[in-house]
């Protein structure tokens, strides 16, 4: 079978032109698609891009088909999203919870969903924007996040797809602020590598 490959193609800086729309540019596009960071979708790409800058990624790009968010050092790692405040009408401020933890993965070579759910990374970061007010959410202020580290092992151990809040911070020891957030990933990385494969 004849596989149709994608291009790649150069992360967008926001100034190009739109052809046809006089005046209107990429910027444009994502002000009217991620008109702010509180939305469940941007919410989620912006704790992948939190975790990324924490790892020391300096320029990060999601990659939309990948069945795990960021890679660093070879360690594979999984970002997991919640926040208390949605972009709906709540009777009462949501549960902290995340789900999604094993999946069908996608194989470029098989063009196919693998036939079983796994858990398809080495590292899961879980995220909590803590706000519990929406005049007190700030999206763009880190100290408003925090965090979660937990090596694939231990959360495959629980046998569950979904976990809360309270069991991830249990089985973490804690939670930690994204200042702490990369010696926590350097440390419960460790425990990912393949047995004589040093840290660089």
Same mark, same amino acid.
């Given at each position: =079978?004849?596989?149709?490959?994608?291009?790649?193609?150069?992360?967008?800086?926001?100034?190009? &032109? +739109?052809?046809? +729309?006089?005046?209107?540019?990429?910027?444009?596009?994502?002000?009217?698609?991620?008109?702010?960071?509180?939305?469940?979708?941007?919410?989620?790409?912006?704790?992948?891009?939190?975790?990324?800058?924490?790892?020391?990624?300096?320029?990060?790009?999601?990659?939309?088909?990948?069945?795990?968010?960021?890679?660093?050092?070879? +360690?594979?790692?999984?970002?997991?999203?919640?926040?208390? =405040?949605? =972009?709906?009408?709540?009777?009462?401020?949501?549960?902290?919870?995340?789900?999604?933890?094993?999946?069908?993965?996608?194989?470029?070579?098989?063009?196919?969903?693998?036939?079983?759910?796994?858990?398809? &990374?080495?590292?899961?970061?879980?995220?909590?924007?803590?706000?519990?007010?929406?005049?007190?959410?700030?999206?763009?202020?880190?100290?408003?996040?925090?965090?979660?580290?937990?090596?694939?092992?231990?959360?495959?151990?629980?046998?569950?797809?979904?976990?809360?809040?309270?069991?991830?911070?249990?089985? &973490?020891?804690?939670? +930690?602020?994204?200042?702490?957030?990369?010696?926590?990933?350097?440390?419960?990385?460790?425990?990912?590598?393949?047995?004589?494969?040093?840290?660089?």
């Amino acid at each position: =079978m004849s596989l149709i490959e994608p291009i790649d193609r150069a992360p967008l800086e926001g100034d190009e &032109a +739109i052809e046809g +729309i006089p005046g209107t540019n990429v910027h444009d596009f994502w002000r009217f698609a991620l008109p702010n960071l509180q939305v469940n979708t941007a919410r989620g790409w912006f704790a992948e891009f939190l975790v990324a800058k924490a790892v020391g990624l300096e320029r990060p790009v999601r990659i939309e088909w990948d069945d795990h968010d960021v890679v660093w050092e070879g +360690i594979r790692i999984e970002v997991k999203s919640s926040g208390r =405040m949605q =972009m709906w009408v709540q009777k009462k401020p949501s549960d902290l919870r995340f789900g999604g933890l094993s999946s069908r993965s996608w194989t470029a070579d098989a063009v196919d969903y693998a036939p079983e759910r796994s858990y398809n &990374a080495d590292l899961y970061v879980f995220a909590v924007q803590t706000s519990e007010t929406h005049e007190s959410y700030d999206p763009l202020d880190v100290d408003q996040w925090r965090f979660a580290v937990l090596p694939v092992a231990a959360v495959e151990a629980t046998g569950y797809r979904s976990l809360s809040w309270a069991a991830v911070t249990r089985l &973490a020891g804690g939670d +930690i602020g994204f200042a702490e957030l990369r010696d926590d990933i350097v440390l419960k990385s460790g425990r990912c590598r393949p047995e004589g494969e040093p840290s660089t």
